[in-house]
């Protein structure tokens, strides 16, 4: 049996993100600049569905897969390199750069700063899985587990870099501390703006709708801001989707003001986070349609639904945050209580929607567990 789903309809309003400073901000920036000088860079491959969506009942099913983001397995590095980079700018020389992380953003900050010859200090929550550890340290950087939950490891990142003279690299932003939070949001515009080809010319979105994963909301707060400044009301609609009880976006929006919760039990780890950041929450309030959560055992299927894709469509390797788009999108198909935000959506058989997936298989070990098998085992 199921948990249950949860979900808000929420009144967007397009131009309200705008009027967010860090909206302009990240408008303004250009990161992909930046990113395209980075050896190796390439934009990660946009791929098509096509057998899933008939089978689901749309148009067309789009997957960008930020597996192959510089190696890292998660689209984490496109913040940290340019907050990193643009940090060095200001401040030439040797620097220790700090954060807290489940796992992918503490990769992403060991891999820039070893692309700068910085060093780095990765705190984790008790509870992280290994592998993520390890690779971690392969980066180059230094590793300390916290007894606590998510939040409270930023918070004692945040307190050794203080005491210690750390640059604190971390993509949530509470009072005083907003200027790199800011910065690795404009670095996640740089994955919207690789699709302007495909999905998103000038003339109107190629999509209905985006889904777009959540933990403190960063990333998908950027995300909003770029429709929001590219197409104003004609913006897609926009799903953010969360784990059950790690669901802070949408309890913020059921209260119309910015929450806290505690942990959740989720194997999605990279979503599991107690507070929206104070620069994403007005962006997501302003300009998000629907706020959705999601169980484990969805996350589960959409796992196993990617690894093996029906006859034409292209194998996706998907971590439990990755996935969660696809699984929101198949909690909404199939269960008859989100019947009233399927119909908000208006998901038919015109419908055109882009999912995201945001990470690979970085815990291997729990990858194979669920699909049956390992990353580079063949389809069939």
Not at 249 to 271: D, Q, Y
Request: proline share 7%.
């Amino acid at each position: 049996m199921r948990e249950a789903c949860d979900f808000f309809i929420n009144p967007r309003n397009p131009a309200g993100v705008l009027e967010s400073p860090v909206a302009q901000f990240c408008l303004g920036e250009d990161a992909l600049d930046f990113h395209r000088k980075i050896p190796g860079y390439a934009p990660t491959p946009l791929l098509q569905l096509p057998g899933l969506a008939a089978e689901l009942g749309l148009a067309a099913l789009y997957v960008k897969d930020e597996a192959h983001r510089f190696g890292t397995k998660a689209f984490k590095a496109l913040g940290a390199s340019y907050a990193i980079h643009r940090y060095i700018e200001d401040n030439p020389g040797d620097h220790v750069f700090c954060t807290a992380s489940d796992g992918n953003h503490g990769m992403a900050v060991a891999w820039s700063a070893r692309l700068f010859d910085q060093k780095a200090e990765v705190f984790m929550p008790r509870g992280t899985v290994p592998a993520r550890v390890r690779r971690i340290v392969d980066f180059g950087a230094r590793v300390t587990v916290v007894d606590g939950d998510y939040d409270a490891t930023v918070r004692t990142a945040a307190r050794e870099a203080e005491k210690r003279g750390w640059v604190l690299v971390q993509d949530t932003a509470w009072e005083l501390y907003v200027e790199i939070p800011a910065r690795i949001m404009a670095g996640y515009v740089t994955m919207f703006r690789e699709l302007e080809e495909e999905l998103f010319p000038p003339g109107g979105p190629g999509v209905n709708a985006v889904f777009l994963q959540a933990g403190v909301g960063s990333w998908a707060a950027a995300a909003v801001a770029y429709l929001a400044g590219r197409y104003g009301d004609r913006m897609p609609k926009i799903v953010c989707v969360e784990p059950v009880g790690a669901d802070c976006c949408l309890a913020s929006a059921r209260a119309g003001r910015r929450v806290s919760l505690p942990g959740a039990e989720t194997i999605m780890a990279g979503l599991n986070c107690g507070t929206p950041s104070l620069l994403a929450w007005p962006i997501l309030a302003a300009g998000t349609d629907l706020f959705l959560t999601l169980t484990d055992d969805y996350a589960r299927e959409a796992m196993r639904a990617y690894f093996l894709p029906l006859d034409g469509d292209p194998r996706v390797i998907s971590g439990e945050s990755g996935a969660a788009g696809l699984a929101a999108l198949f909690a909404l198909l199939r269960t008859p209580e989100l019947e009233e935000p399927r119909g908000f959506l208006g998901l038919d058989a015109t419908s055109r929607v882009l999912l995201v997936n945001t990470e690979g298989d970085t815990d291997p070990a729990g990858f194979s567990k669920i699909v049956g098998a390992r990353a580079t085992t063949p389809p069939g």
